[in-house]
């Protein structure tokens, strides 16, 4: 019953910003790690962003500067701003979060659905 709900992509021209946020629903009893992904055909899945339950973030390298990752506990929600964005920058993105749920026996990683990210003039 767990889920990631995302919003906020779409298509942006280079130098321009989107706001992903995604949001869990479901008989929740925590949440720990949460986490930003994209993945571009024929590639690997590459981490993004990760922001800890007490609100450390890292980064990949080539998102240092430009993107920042935050959370709001209280909506169980995980949000991605991305500035200047490149055309690289084009993926698929996917929430992803480490959580524990009243159903479930131990802490589970769950995922959102993708949302597309397109940087073009």
């Known amino acids: 019953q767990v889920q990631l709900v995302e919003s906020g992509g779409g298509l942006v021209q280079p130098g321009g910003s989107l706001r992903l946020s995604c949001a869990a629903s479901?008989?929740?009893?925590?949440?720990?790690?949460m986490n930003w992904y994209r993945q571009v055909p024929g590639k690997q899945r590459e981490l993004v962003a990760e922001?800890?339950?007490?609100?450390?973030?890292y980064y990949a390298d080539s998102v240092k500067g430009r993107f920042t990752i935050s959370r709001n506990n209280a909506k169980n929600t995980v949000y991605l701003q991305m500035n200047s964005l490149k055309p690289e920058d084009t993926a698929v993105y996917y929430c992803?979060?480490?959580?524990?749920?009243?159903?479930?026996?131990?802490?589970?990683?769950?995922w959102g659905q993708g949302t597309q990210v397109t940087v073009s003039s």
């Open positions: 479901g008989r929740i009893v925590s949440i720990n790690a």
């Open positions: 922001i800890t339950s007490a609100g450390s973030a």
């Open positions: 992803n979060a480490r959580i524990g749920a009243y159903s479930s026996a131990r802490l589970a990683d769950y």
